[in-house]
């Protein structure tokens, strides 16, 4: 059964989307409403928002990716709307040798798993979700979904690259964040349709995100 909503956000796979949608729903109140997050893949978020599915869709991108993600945006009739930036870092188990280091080196990692997001088969490499994704691993799981990604780094006493915004990384996955390395630096924000303003719900979801972003963000 498909059901028409009338506010969507696509996004990828961060805690802060979730986060922020819950915020704003509860803050809007009602007695119904019909109402969509969906977690996609980057090039996913681009076909949401541009075929109007969603309203606006949150994803970053790096000092070294953007030029790339601005072209597909751009011919998607697209706008990247920049909200903060914040520096990667290394996410792994609380019980991990590397947890209690002041900062890692993708070459302290290189023995353990590394697992990432999944994208579309055609994709470019500047569309992953992970800083720095292009870099060679010997061992490396791809996951689609933020659940079994957490599980395995804690199982397989692996690692992720992350975004700098630490809500609710550590919440029930057992994962603590270091600094990774890098002069590599993440640009969050949110994308939306050329020559389109956001409706009012679109626009409470947007300043609950960069008070969020705000809020959460680590360098």
Avoid: W
């Amino acid at each position: 059964m498909t059901v028409e909503t009338t506010f969507a956000v696509s996004g990828q796979h961060y805690l802060f989307n979730v986060q922020t949608f819950a915020h704003t729903v509860l803050a809007l109140g009602g007695d119904a409403y019909a109402y969509a997050l969906r977690d996609r893949t980057t090039q996913g978020v681009i076909d949401d928002v541009a075929g109007g599915k969603s309203d606006l869709g949150v994803l970053f991108q790096t000092s070294a990716t953007a030029d790339e993600v601005n072209a597909a945006l751009d011919a998607a009739g697209l706008e990247f709307v920049e909200l903060i930036q914040s520096a990667p870092r290394v996410a792994l188990p609380k019980s991990h040798p590397m947890v209690n280091a002041s900062s890692l080196s993708l070459e302290d990692m290189e023995d353990f798993p590394y697992l990432y997001f999944e994208q579309d088969e055609d994709s470019p490499v500047a569309f992953a979700e992970e800083a720095l994704a292009s870099v060679p691993r010997a061992k490396s799981i791809a996951c689609t979904d933020r659940a079994s990604l957490s599980e395995l780094i804690v199982a397989l006493n692996g690692y992720t690259v992350t975004s700098g915004i630490l809500v609710g990384i550590s919440d029930g996955a057992g994962l603590n964040t270091v600094p990774l390395d890098t002069d590599v630096k993440l640009h969050l924000g949110y994308v939306v349709r050329k020559g389109e303003e956001l409706g009012d719900i679109g626009q409470r979801f947007v300043d609950t995100l960069k008070k969020n972003l705000v809020k959460y963000a680590r360098f």
